[in-house]
């Protein structure tokens, strides 16, 4: 659950991509294991969240 609540912000905190990609390597648990790698670099929930590029605007 936590993975969850941090996941979010791994692009923003250089302190949440640290705690999920150690929680991805080192974890004993498996499903934290899991949890993390989709939300650290190269998971899915990571590349879904890619920030999309600014709209022009018309004038």
Known sequence: MAGEL???????????LAALTRAHDEDPSPPVRKKAGW???GGPAHRRT?????RAVRR
């Not at 941090?6 to 949440?16: E, I, M, N, Q, S």
């Not at 890619?50 to 600014?54: E, K, T």
Request: aromatic share 10%.
């Open 6 to 16: 941090v996941g979010p912000w791994v692009r923003r905190r250089p302190d949440a």
């Open 39 to 41: 939300y650290a670099p």
């Open 50 to 54: 890619v920030p999309r590029p600014a």
